[in-house]
């Protein structure tokens, strides 16, 4: 069986990451993709962590080391046993056998903290809301998921910002798309703008058609990065459009096309959004290329070529 | 740091691991030693063993896979999240973070079961007691500390001696040394004979100086191998002078010889074996020699060239 295909989804505590994977995991298939979060691999749990006065965002928190090996056996197809960090009352479980299927997506804090970290991933995408947005879905989702008042998330989210500044923030150089909802003309959740930046590992396909500034796409070239920028309430016609011409470019993948992209939900409510859905369907197009790539005997679908050796890990300095 | 050194010590339960490494582990220095059992990596507690019907010395009862990564891990000198087997009730622990030190030992039912493993030991042993010797051992180890009846313990034997005899045994023709201590002249335990196969992958020490028919060595060769003869009656001063001419070979390592080798306990007696002291000074000389190459920028000790490559582990074919 040719490798699997590894994306990496980081960012921030509530930044996003669950909703933008969940509706890719859904069109690949629940039973082709292996999920791993990368928080099951907290070197402390909520009580050490209390007493050292160490924040889950530090990587001293973590086994950073363990982390690079797991990921390395799971790009090369190869079973790891993975720890478990019970969210629920914050300590560790038995850890569990977890084989890596076709796409395996990788979400969590830290992902991109050292070079041998980066070098495992296919696609890497960072979620970089602003601070605002993402202090009302952390005090939206821990308070009503996991039993928490409003003044501690807020104390807890001050608590963790130097952390976030030195060690989560800076990791977003080194992803291959850099995606940003945020409030536009329309500030509701369903009609978030959507800024991506587009780096240039991976070969992104070219989106100047749909640009217009009647309520289309919008496109900034800078040196190394282009800048994608959904409108919100763009319109869902012109949207199906601009999903299509992406879709045309992975006809290979053509069977994937069942399940509906951009849904989520608040609460129990489902919503959708038009540049959710853009933003996924975009990295759909990079698992589905380097998949395709792999199958035909190739390394994947970066540009750069994979740094030697892998293990010996540059830290990133913020 | 050279990456550490790593000793396997295998065999069936009860052949005496445990009693072979006290020594050479209190002689190293605990704090150079990591120590690593390989029943950690069980694939089923004990419940979900007697609903399966298998027993834990059967592989599919184990993870081997992640057994050859973290051993690979260990002898590259890489920290492991190693599993936690808990022997007082049968279930697992959360996993302990375990850096190799100088010396790791790895003491376990199947570490030579395949060429990956095999490949990650510097000395191999492997200890085959006369059955009826094992079967004594465990009954007085499992009735005395783990709280089984007799009939208990002979009928799990009898459960087991299948997989012994397709897995656990047939591992003894991968190892360096393999050790059989057996009753001889006298049968008590601080006199146990000690047969000892000296395999071609290492250079032993030459010792036909001391063959004599007089109640010391003797030397038999066969192809691939010289087999040696320790009496459990050997004359205290003449196993004095093999143990001086083997420590003189490892003049680089004198400091070490502060501790007594050949102590035993039976329950809180403690005892003497002059052959269990000249086996473990034996695996100590290629432990000392296998860490001076390797200090010197040298592979290992070993004689034959590592396979190539360590990971296309070829199962073994009992």
């Given at each position: 069986m040719p490798r699997p295909i590894i994306l990496g989804v980081v960012g921030d505590s509530?930044?996003?990451?669950?909703?933008?994977?969940?509706?890719?995991?859904?069109?690949?298939?629940?039973?082709?993709?292996?999920?791993?979060?990368?928080?099951?691999?907290?070197?402390?749990?909520?009580?050490?962590?209390?007493?050292?006065?160490?924040?889950?965002?530090?990587?001293?928190?973590?086994?950073?080391?363990?982390?690079?090996?797991?990921?390395?056996?799971?790009?090369?197809?190869?079973?790891?046993?993975?720890?478990?960090?019970q969210h629920k009352d914050g300590t560790f479980g038995a850890p569990v056998y977890v084989q890596p299927k076709q796409f395996t997506?990788?979400?969590?804090?830290?992902?991109?903290?050292?070079?041998?970290?980066?070098?495992?991933?296919?696609?890497?995408?960072?979620?970089?809301?602003?601070?605002?947005?993402?202090?009302?879905?952390?005090?939206?989702?821990d308070c009503s998921r996991r039993g928490y008042s409003t003044d501690q998330v807020l104390e807890e989210l001050d608590r963790r910002e130097p952390d976030s500044e030195a060690f989560i923030r800076p990791q977003q150089r080194r992803a291959d798309l850099v995606v940003s909802f945020q409030p536009g003309d329309r500030s509701d959740q369903a009609h978030l703008d959507a800024k991506i930046g587009l780096r240039e590992g991976l070969t992104h396909p070219d989106l100047s058609p749909f640009v217009d500034d009647n309520g289309?796409?919008?496109?900034?070239?800078?040196?190394?990065?282009?800048?994608?920028?959904?409108?919100?309430d763009i319109d869902p016609a012109r949207g199906a459009e601009i999903e299509e011409a992406i879709w045309d470019r992975m006809h290979f993948a053509s069977h994937l096309r069942s399940e509906r992209l951009g849904e989520f939900t608040v609460g129990t409510e489902l919503?959708?959004?038009?540049?959710?859905?853009?933003?996924?369907?975009?990295?759909?197009?990079?698992?589905?290329?380097?998949?395709?790539?792999v199958a035909l005997g190739g390394e994947g679908s970066r540009t750069e070529h994979?740094?030697?050796p892998a293990a010996a890990a540059e830290q990133l300095s913020s």
């Open positions: 509530a930044a996003g990451k669950t909703t933008l994977t969940r509706g890719l995991v859904r069109l690949l298939g629940e039973e082709h993709v292996t999920h791993v979060a990368a928080d099951d691999y907290h070197r402390y749990d909520r009580k050490q962590r209390a007493e050292r006065q160490i924040t889950p965002l530090h990587p001293d928190c973590n086994y950073m080391d363990i982390m690079e090996q797991d990921f390395a056996h799971l790009r090369e197809g190869r079973a790891v046993l993975k720890p478990v960090y997506v990788i979400e969590g804090l830290l992902g991109y903290h050292t070079e041998a970290l980066c070098d495992c991933f296919d696609v890497r995408v960072f979620l970089a809301p602003p601070e605002d947005l993402r202090r009302q879905w952390k005090v939206q989702r289309g796409l919008s496109l900034t070239e800078r040196k190394h990065e282009r800048s994608l920028w959904i409108p919100g919503h959708r959004s038009e540049s959710l859905a853009l933003a996924q369907v975009l990295i759909l197009y990079h698992l589905a290329t380097a998949r395709a790539a994979r740094r030697v």
